[in-house]
Every structure is written in structure tokens, then in C-alpha cells.
């Protein structure tokens, strides 16, 4: 069972200004907006989620609980999700309550239930809370080989609209996004930039292709944009997101598809990302997150030119 959660086909966008500034032709570089898909914020969890939660309610499930980190977009998704279900939802994060800034208020908007941690695995907590709630678990990041189908539909929906796509490039998160693409478009026009989710992410995506479709694969994944670590911002990513607003008036956010574009870009400085091919950058969402990383934010506002008037 799928639940029809998305407005789709989501739009695909030329970006030349941002084409000609890395040295690409005009026609060469353009954009799959999975970040207006109309729910709770928009985001590529929205394509899992209509295969994850259809599992769940196809099962019997009345609450549904989730992980990850506290400016996960998965989690607020889940929560926007659920509540147009009409569903319970809980979301278990690690640590404690801090400063409620980004995802975190629209999870509080949605009407979830968040669940600290602590100092115990989320996922240890989250098995528990389902237990005594007789819960439905959705994978981490919507991630497994239901919620990567998602993806196979996405992919075949974007080859429709760009038959002739060289390169896609895309965020690898908890690896779903990536894995249904493959599928859907083979390995060789797939490029995933790693941004420290998970550990070992090639293994992690070629594990759910072969559990959607059986296929054995060795993802191509860009490995160098991690930086000093997930939530920390480096300077090629800063230099990413401030190139794509100030060219094409488009905002990405500081840990996925800021570190997916630096890696975009690192690929055509490197020439493996070429002009005369048609390269489309999928746009996974994720604004939210922007306003709860507070060096972005800093760095954002220094990026003003303030004037007085006279």
C-alpha cells in the first residue's frame, strides 16, 4: 500500500547563471525541486514516507515512531506525515532538550511526541517506545528498501522529464534517496555526495538496492565533503550555499545539500562533472535546518550589506 503524500511531478529548473559561474554551459546544469513537494516543509522524505507509512497503516498501525538527530528533516516529515494520517507519531532523539530552533519547532507544531535519549542509543529507545505503544518503527531516515522504492519513483519520474540526464547528483544521507535512484537510473549516472550520516555509505546504499531489486553495485560516492564531522560547516560548503542563493535565488541547507552541491562543484573543478553534459542537482530539501545550525545562521547574516539611509 502507498499513501499519496506529494504533489508530483515536483518541477525541474534550468540553472544557468549558476552553470556559467562554474564554468558550465547554460543548458547543462539544471534542478529536481524535491523540496516543493507541499508537505510539512517539503524534502525527499516525503517519497519514502508515502512507502513507509502506507506499510504501517496497511498493517493497523495508529502511531508510528522515529529517529534521529534533532534538526532531522525525516523526523519533521514523519510528523507532518502523521498528522495528515491522522496518526500518533514520537519522535526519539539523542541527548537532551536544547534550544528548540529549526525542525524542532515544527515538530512541536505538528503535534509530535519527542523522546530524549539521553545517553542511550536512539534506536534502542525507539524499539522500546514502540513496544509499549504497539507502535509502527520507520527506518532511520525512511531508509530501507520499502522506503528507497520511493526513490525508483522519483528517478523514473525525472527521466521523463530530462531523457537525456547525464549526472544526477545527490545528497547521501541514510542512503535511500541514492539507492532508488540507482535503480531507477543505473549506477553510472548517479553521483552521491557523502555527508556523514552513517558510516561506510557505500555499503549502506548498495545494501538497499540489492534489497529492492537484488542487484549487486558499487555506488560512485564523493567522500570528501564531510569535513570535520555531520553538524560542522565547512568552507566549501558555506561557499556552496552562498553561490547558489546569490546566482539562482535558491536555498540549500548547511549539512545535505549544502555538502551535495560543494561536491558538485568539487566535481567540476576536477572536470569528472563536464560541460556538454546534461547534469541535474536534486534539491532534497531541508530549510529548516538552515535556521537551526547556528554558525549558518551567523554566517548568513554576515553576508548582509547593511547601509544607513541619508
Not at 522500546?128 to 520499502?146: E, K, Q, Y
Not at 530530462?162 to 542512503?175: K, M, N, Q
Amino acid at each position: 500500500m502507498v499513501v499519496p503524500l506529494g504533489s508530483w511531478p515536483t518541477p525541474v529548473e534550468p540553472m544557468p547563471r549558476l552553470a556559467r559561474a562554474l564554468g558550465l554551459g547554460d543548458d547543462d546544469l539544471w534542478i529536481k525541486r524535491d523540496d516543493l513537494v507541499g508537505l510539512g516543509g517539503g524534502g525527499n522524505k516525503v517519497r519514502k514516507l508515502e512507502w513507509t507509512l502506507g506499510e504501517a497503516v496497511d498493517a493497523g498501525a495508529t502511531t508510528v515512531v522515529t529517529t534521529g538527530a534533532p534538526q532531522s528533516n525525516h523526523a519533521r516529515l514523519t510528523a507532518a506525515a502523521a498528522a495528515r494520517l491522522g496518526l500518533d507519531v514520537v519522535l526519539v532523539f539523542p541527548g537532551s532538550r536544547g534550544e528548540g530552533t529549526g525542525n524542532l519547532v515544527l515538530d512541536g507544531l505538528f503535534g509530535a511526541t519527542v523522546v530524549w535519549s539521553g545517553d542511550v542509543e536512539p534506536a534502542v529507545v525507539a524499539a522500546s517506545v514502540a513496544a509499549s505503544v504497539g507502535g509502527a518503527l520507520i527506518p532511520f531516515g525512511g531508509s530501507s528498501p520499502v522506503g528507497a522504492r520511493g526513490y525508483v519513483d522519483g528517478g523514473r519520474e525525472l527521466l521523463a522529464q530530462v531523457p537525456d540526464v547525464d549526472e544526477v547528483v545527490v545528497a547521501v544521507g541514510s542512503g535511500g534517496t541514492m539507492a532508488g535512484l540507482v535503480v531507477a537510473l543505473g549506477v553510472d549516472r548517479v553521483l552521491g555526495v557523502h555527508c556523514g550520516a552513517v558510516t561506510s555509505p557505500g555499503r549502506v546504499v548498495a545494501d538497499l538496492v540489492a534489497g529492492v531489486d537484488g542487484a549487486v553495485v558499487e555506488p560512485r560516492i564523493r567522500l570528501d565533503q564531510v569535513g570535520a564531522g555531520y553538524g560542522v560547516l565547512s568552507e566549501p560548503v558555506m561557499a556552496a550555499l552562498e553561490l547558489t542563493a546569490r546566482t539562482e535565488g535558491i536555498v540549500l541547507d548547511p549539512v545535505y545539500t549544502g555538502r551535495a552541491m560543494a561536491g558538485l562543484v568539487a566535481a567540476v573543478r576536477e572536470g569528472s562533472v563536464v560541460a556538454g553534459r546534461r547534469t541535474v542537482f536534486l534539491h532534497t530539501g531541508g530549510l529548516p535546518g538552515l535556521f537551526g545550525h547556528p554558525e549558518a545562521v551567523a554566517r548568513a547574516l554576515a553576508g548582509a550589506v547593511d547601509k544607513p539611509w541619508s
